[in-house]
């Protein structure tokens, strides 16, 4: 079983910037392709990005391309979000994801709990 946890949200001011974690438990990391996803008030679950297990490639969704980086670090059991630019519309949970493959739309094996993301002044 694989636990995550994510953290970094809070309070920001439009074009500010915020760089989301997300600590694994497990073995298993590593080797794990892993995605973030989102979701707003009164609407569905977006995902935003995602990486390969060794994070040689990586995927945005159009909504955050070119303002959003993911990374992560398997000494550290760490999965990364740095957000920049932000813009009120990106004010959700944000949670991250293993998935059972790399990409936006692979099934999800486990969630984090998700952390608050408001972008407003």
């Known amino acids: 079983e694989v636990q995550l946890v994510e953290s970094g949200g809070g309070v920001v001011q439009p074009g500010g910037s915020l760089r989301l974690s997300c600590a694994a438990s497990?073995?298993?990391?590593?080797?794990?392709?892993m995605t973030w996803a989102r979701q707003a008030p009164g609407k569905g679950l977006e995902r935003v990005s995602a990486?390969?297990?060794?994070?040689?490639?990586?995927a945005y969704a159009d909504s955050v391309k070119g303002r959003f980086t993911i990374s992560r670090d398997n000494a550290k059991n760490t999965l990364y979000l740095q957000m920049n630019s932000l813009k009120p519309e990106d004010t959700a949970v944000y949670y991250c994801?293993?998935?059972?493959?790399?990409?936006?739309?692979?099934?999800?094996?486990?969630w984090g709990q998700g952390t608050q993301v408001t972008v407003s002044s």
């Open positions: 994801a293993k998935t059972d493959g790399y990409g936006l739309g692979y099934p999800v094996a486990y």
């Open positions: 497990g073995s298993t990391f590593s080797g794990s392709p």
């Open positions: 990486i390969s297990s060794r994070g040689g490639r990586t």
